[in-house]
């Protein structure tokens, strides 16, 4: 049976993928039905549990043990920091939908996002301390680092000159820092040697930023339909990511530089994605994805193999797949 997370397809997972769902959906349920229903309406409207399933492959089957409750509970706290933010993200972006449905903000307005939100990291923090201090700590400092991400990433809005290595620094805050405390909590709940525990960590950081490069391309050359939500909302939001950047700082950026450095709607979009497109920068881009995918990789050697780890190995280097023409 495999994983129901097409990125991270580990045989006999899915069970284990089942027990995090029903945690999940358990660890919402309050004596208030609307709180109840908020929190859990992401939860419901689905998502790939890809950080769930990485806290379980960086974790699982060390010396046959069946997967623990713990590590369950692992995967329920990471992937409800990672919900907590998306609900803070579409009040932050007024995003419509998510997941094909309606996003919180836009259903039951943003106060209420914004306390449901809130919510979920109550949760993921209380699990957290129920598996021991230095996980709680770690989930602690992860939740500073999505937000000092995403501060970054604010402070540069429509900014045509930001630079790759703000961009970077950005991206390893608001995403990879929650990858690699997924491998983390994975490593640690599994009672790993330390070794281990800083190369699936290691791992982590660069599977994240090279998922963050993916994502960032796939905002230009995928269609609404595939995403899940408008195309090209970055360059229409100005948050200019690594195929902008690049773009601008190509002989052909000229043109992209006159379109930028303000919202942009409909036609203005796809004018701005074709600019990006014809010069080269989504090619490099995936160079970029693909340099951090072998990060990560590499940041394997020395941990012994197992499913779980197989399955992290073959995840980095299938995610390039998903953005790689030739
Ligand atoms: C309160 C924790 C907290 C954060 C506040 C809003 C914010 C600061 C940070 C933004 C973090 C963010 C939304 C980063 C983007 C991460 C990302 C690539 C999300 C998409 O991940 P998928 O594709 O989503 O794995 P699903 O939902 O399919 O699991």
Redesign the pocket.
């Known amino acids: 049976m495999s994983s129901r997370s097409p990125l991270l397809d580990v045989e006999g997972m899915a069970p284990t993928l089942e027990r995090v769902d029903e945690a999940l959906r358990r660890s919402v349920v309050t004596d208030d039905q609307q709180l109840t229903e908020l929190a859990s309406h992401l939860i419901v409207a689905g ?5 769930p399933a990485m806290v379980v492959a960086a974790g699982d089957l060390v010396a046959g043990k069946a997967v623990s409750g713990d590590l369950v509970m692992g995967g329920v706290s990471v992937e409800l ?2 919900l ?3 609900y ?2 579409d009040v ?1 972006d007024e995003a419509a939908t998510r ?1 094909h449905v309606d996003s919180v903000n836009a259903r039951w307005g943003n106060l209420r996002a914004i306390l449901a ?1 809130d919510y979920l ?1 109550a949760k993921a923090s209380e699990i957290a301390a129920s598996l021991g201090t230095e996980i709680a700590g770690l989930l602690a400092a992860t ?1 500073a680092r ?2 000092e ?2 501060v970054r990433e604010l402070q540069l809005l429509f900014d045509t000159t930001r630079d790759v290595d703000q961009w970077t620094a950005a991206v390893a805050g ?2 990879a820092a929650l990858y690699a405390t997924s491998c983390r909590i994975g490593a640690l709940v599994a009672g790993r040697p330390r070794e281990e525990v800083e190369a699936l960590t290691a791992f982590g950081t660069a599977y994240g930023m090279a ?2 490069t993916v ?1 960032d391309i796939l905002d230009v050359v995928a269609t609404d339909e595939q995403l899940g939500k408008p195309s090209g909302k970055d360059l229409a939001d100005g948050v200019y990511t690594l195929p902008t950047i690049l773009a601008l700082g190509s002989v052909e950026g000229g043109e992209l530089h006159t379109v930028l450095g303000r919202p942009l709607e409909g036609p203005e979009v796809e004018a701005a994605k074709l600019l990006v497109k014809r010069s080269g920068a989504v090619d490099q881009s995936v160079e970029v994805a693909r340099g951090y995918a072998e990060e990560a990789v590499t940041a394997l050697q020395g941990v012994p193999s197992s499913p779980g780890v197989e399955g992290l190995r073959a995840a980095a280097i299938g995610l390039i797949a998903t953005v790689d023409q030739g």
């Open positions: 998502g790939k549990r890809l950080r920091v990672h907590g933010s998306l803070h993200d932050m997941h939100g990291l939740i999505l937000c991400g995403q608001k995403t998922f963050q994502d």
